[in-house]
Every structure is written in C-alpha cells, then in structure tokens.
C-alpha cells in the first residue's frame, strides 16, 4: 500500500517526546513489510541535519523536498514555507504554531499534484496534522493537484486525482487539541474551515485543530487500548469525551511499538558495555558509571530513574510530594532526568540540593543519558495522571529495570503487577494518583529488590517483553486495508 504519514515530529530528525518515536517507528516498520510509506514533515529551519542533503521533489517547482541521507528507511519530503523559518524549535508554544500547522495540513492535500504520488492512506499524528481530513473535505479540488503550480490536464494529475486518499488519525495526547481564536482561520485563509466547527466551538468562537480531525478523520487511533477507551470518559476526555463517544465505532487502541535497535540491552548505541540476559554483569557496571556519572554512592542501594517532561500530565508533583517520605523509610537512591514546568525542576533541584547524596537531577534533553538511566537503573518511576502509551516502562522493561506505575492507558497495558505468589508480573502498579499510591508501590517493589528468589524472577519477566513494531504494524496494516477496500 501506498502511505502517506504527516506529522510534526520524526526521530531523530525532529523530537521533543514520544511521538517523534511512535512515528519513525511504524514508518520503518511498514516500510520493511513492503509498503511504499512516504513522510511529510515541515521544513524546519534545522533540516536537514548534519550528513543528510536535499532534493527537488518532483518537476513541478513545488515547495517540496526531499531528504537523501545515509539512513536507509522511508522517503521524507520536507515542505518548504514562511510559517517554518521562524521557529528554531518543533513548537513555539503559541499561535505561530496554527499557522505553522495549517500550512502543513494544506500542503499535504497539494502533495501529490507536485511530486506525482497519490497515497492510498493519509496517516495523521495529533493536532498538528488534525486539519487534514477536514480540508479533503472541505476542498474536494485540494484532494489533489491544488497547487496551481502545474497545469491541468496533465498525465501526472489525472493519474494522482483518480481517487482521494483514506484518511487515519492518530490520537498520541488529547491533552493537546490546538484550540485557537477563530479570527485565525480567515486571517490565514482557510475560511472553509469555519462552516465545519461545531456549536460549542463557534459560541466559543474558537477552532479546536483536533477535534476537527476526530470529526472528519475515516477512522481514529489512539496509542493503548486502555487509552481509547479512557477519552470517552470526562475524566480522561478533555473536553472531547462526546465527540469521541460518537465516533467509538470509528476509534481503536493499537499500543506503540519500540526500535529495539535503538532500545535494548544487546544493541544500544549508546551503552558500554552490551548485556544479554541472564548475565548482567553489564548492567551493574552501567549503573555504577552512571551512580559515578552523577555523583551518587554506588553502594549496592537500589537506584530509581525518572526520565520525563516535567508537566502536571506525568505525576512528577506526586513524586516530589512522596520523595521525603521515600528518603527517610528506604535506601533508594534516585537519578531524575527532565524538563518542563519551571516550578517542577526547582521542586526536584531542591529536592537533589538537600539529598546530594540520595538524589540526583539533571535538567535538560539528554539522549544518551536517558539511555543510561533506563539501562542502569534498577527501576523506572513513572507515575503518570495519565498516560495514552508511555515509551519509557516499554524500554526499561527490555533492560530488566522494573517499572513502578499507575495503572492508566498504556501503562495499565504493559505492566503487570508483579504477584510474588506465582512469579508472574513484571512491575508494580498502584490506582490512584497521590502520593501515598506511589509511596506503597515503590515501598512494594523495593521489598521485592532484596529477594535473592524472587528479584531475578521479576527481572526475567520484564526482559522478556516484546513489544516491536514488528508485532504492532500488522495492527495498522489490517486498518488501512479496511479503510481502503
Ligand atoms: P511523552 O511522549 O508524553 O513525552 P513517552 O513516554 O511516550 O512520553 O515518550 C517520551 C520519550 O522522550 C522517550 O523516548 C524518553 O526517553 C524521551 N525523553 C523524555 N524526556 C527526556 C529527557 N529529558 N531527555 C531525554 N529523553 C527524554
């Protein structure tokens, strides 16, 4: 099949988080099962990076280009725009980010007429590239050539308008919809867009990117099955829980899959020494650099790692409000890595300024130190309000680091209490989101780190864990196959 994926964010070309991963990782995937998978990213003025050149896609003299690299995987047009050049980062944060995202989603109707390819599937990532499916329907002459930059009549575009393509929409957060003022969308020229928007939005007078895309998108996915069915409720929902609830027929959780060429014991590139279960020597050598790496006694007391974006989402108030209690009732030593909410790393720099000795903080994007972490410590805190897949418990799994969990989404999805009794399990998971949850869960599976009989159970249970997109893409394959028959 022929796949067109749009998306913001692409690993390593351009990440902030989870969703750069998911992408490139069902991209390759599908691309190793055969299929023709193209990606649309913008054009951001730090592409193409170090090691990687450009090309003119197509013959039309479009705005688009195409990135020739030394990685082998799918082919990635770049769009080139005004909108891009502005920002340095993925996201500024604010409305430039509309107009970036608009131009994204209308250049990914004119795609086909300017570089001759017409996918069979679209498939969209989060708010970004929500608008999509609203402007295919908004605009059926955008459904392909639109551009006005090559003539009609031609071969090329009788051949690419032949059929519109199917459109899918992923749902990695609905914590992050896109809601703008409506003034935008005129401003901007896309005032088909207005008749769309349903009641709540014009008394609002607002355009919500994603709820847009939820309404017209063919189908929907969301990144967990337990996710998928937690946004139909107000809790979980944002606001879009009706929205969702009407299209349930439409909506299923597929859970993200992991590069284990890039996440795993045996092939980390950024790991020394390698380890193979069931020896890992390797892995206590990793965590003694690492305890040395950040100035933490490596005395044999159980290390706990924390690698996330510090926002409300992943719980890390619920983690700096139980760390005293932590410090004073267990020997746990704790290395955090993140950034975000300027509130959350002073609590946490705090936190490591009074207990130099017990916890450590780096702030910042660190790629090779969060792979330290996940490999070298003994276990993964991730204590999420909410959690739509959650990347890191699925790596630590791999490297025989325990996570200790809410059970939420994808967490809820991958961790599985473990159960002393039979062996089974391969974390601890706790229900409610305080800190006395977390307090037991951590309290729980650090009784589990002592047990000369049930610690190597527990951690051959984790490293068993499979979760490739080798098994995941299938899931989308047999999707795109039913939107498309
Ligand atoms: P989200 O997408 O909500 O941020 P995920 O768990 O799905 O959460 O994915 C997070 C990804 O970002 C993982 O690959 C994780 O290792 C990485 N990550 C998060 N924070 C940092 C950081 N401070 N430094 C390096 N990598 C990080």
Known sequence: ???????????????????????????????????????????????PPPGYSLRTAGDTGGPFEELVGER????????????FAVNTKVYAGNERDAASFM??????????GNVGWQADVVHCHDWHTALVPALLRARPDRRANSSGTQRAGTTRSEHVQERAPRCLLTLHNVGYQGIFPEEIIERRGYAELGALRDEAERSARTVNFLKLGI????????????????IQLPEFGMGLEDVLRARRSDLSGILNGVDYREWSPETDPFLEPHYTRPNLDGKRRIKSALSAALDLPDDGAPLIG?????????????????L????????????LLGSGDAELEQSLADLAAHHPARVAFRRGYDEALAHRILAGADFIAVPSRYEPCG????????????????????LADSVRAFDPGSGTGNGSVFEHADAEGLIWAVSTALGWFGDAALWPQLVNNAMQADFSWAHQAPEYEALYRQLSS
């Open 72 to 83: 082998p995987g799918p082919r990635v047009y770049l769009l080139e725009a005004d909108e």
């Open 391 to 410: 990347l890191t418990q699925l790596y630590a799994l791999r490297y025989g680091t325990i996570p200790i969990v809410r059970a939420t989404g994808g």
């Open 306 to 322: 924390v690698v996330t974006r510090l926002v409300w989402q992943k719980g890390i108030d619920l983690l700096a409000a139980a």
């Open 1 to 47: 099949m022929k796949i067109l994926m749009v998306a913001a964010e692409y690993a390593p070309l351009a990440k902030t988080g989870g969703l750069a991963d998911a992408v490139a990782g069902l991209s390759g995937a599908l691309r190793e099962r055969g299929h023709d998978v193209r990606v649309l990213l913008p054009k951001y003025p730090f592409l």
């Open 103 to 112: 131009r994204l989603s209308r250049g990914t109707v004119e795609l086909p």
């Open 215 to 230: 309404r017209y998108a063919d189908a929907l996915t969301t990144v967990s099955p337990t996710y998928a069915r937690e």
């Open 324 to 335: 005293p209690a932590l410090l004073e009732n267990t020997p746990a030593r704790f290395a």
